[in-house]
Antibody, heavy 119, light 111 residues
Framework: EVRLVESGGGLVQPGGSLRLSCAAS????????MTWVRQVPGKGLEWVAN????????SSAESVQGRFTISRDNAKNSLYLQMNSLRAEDTAVYYC????????????WGQGTLVTVSS | QSALTQPASVSESPGQSITISCSGT?????????VSWYQQHPGKAPRLMIY???NRPSGVSNRFSGSKSGNTASLSISGLQAEDEADYYC???????????FGTGTKVTVL
């Protein structure tokens, strides 16, 4: 069974940092692009960043460029999102998702982890 | 980054059909066959319903179908059922500084 489990969310002050993790199981993690997507409670989905199977390519949304860094450890079947210089507008549920079928189609999602940026 | 444009809400009676539009530009929907559609029930993670414009993943009902014309993609749901009541989001690859973009989301209500 494919499982994605996010962790690391919580309350952080503006300007602070947080590192999210996504533990993958039930599939060959190193064979898939992976993505982070976020959702402000009650609002729509926003694509955040993605990373190629071997970390040779990665992209991020304009809204987080220079502040967020996506990475992975295939030996640990884990995906990460390092979030620095956090702002109130980064408050959201953060999902990790597996990319299948190419072109950013996410067939499996985690349950999400809530990040709250507030003083 | 600007989101793809979807109607805020669509309502229809059980057994009827609906179509949800997703409007973009030549930099995204019009330029690539990369449109995906997701269904999201309250408090749940999104579920992939359509990928690469018109393909259904295993396990998705054939009542769901996708298409594209120019810069606009569409998701059609036939034989509406109560369980189809959810939020629906399109997404597409976008050429430029942001790789992917989601739509604004459409709330589907089964009357």
């Amino acid at each position: 069974e494919v499982r994605l489990v996010e962790s690391g969310g919580g309350l952080v002050q503006p300007g602070g940092s947080l590192r999210l993790s996504c533990a993958a199981s039930g599939f060959n993690f190193g064979a898939y692009w992976m993505t982070w997507v976020r959702q402000v409670p009650g609002k729509g989905l926003e694509w955040v960043a993605n990373i190629k199977e071997d970390e040779s390519e990665m992209s991020s949304a304009e809204s987080v460029q220079g502040r967020f860094t996506i990475s992975r450890d295939n030996a640990k079947n884990s995906l990460y999102l390092q979030m620095n210089s956090l702002r109130a507008e980064d408050t959201a549920v953060y999902y990790c998702a597996r990319d299948s079928y190419g072109w950013g189609s996410h067939d499996y999602w985690g349950q999400g982890t809530l990040v709250t940026v507030s003083s | 980054q600007s989101a793809l444009t979807q109607p805020a809400s669509v309502s229809e009676s059980p057994g009827q059909s609906i179509t949800i539009s997703c409007s973009g530009t030549s930099r995204d929907i019009g330029g690539y066959n990369s449109v995906s559609w997701y269904q999201q029930h309250p408090g749940k993670a999104p579920r992939l319903m359509i990928y690469q414009v018109s393909n259904r993943p295993s396990g998705v009902s054939n009542r769901f179908s996708g298409s594209k014309s120019g810069n606009t993609a569409s998701l059609s749901i036939s034989g509406l059922q109560a369980e189809d009541e959810a939020d629906y989001y399109c997404s597409s690859y976008r050429r430029g500084s942001t790789s992917y973009v989601f739509g604004t989301g459409t709330k589907v209500t089964v009357l």
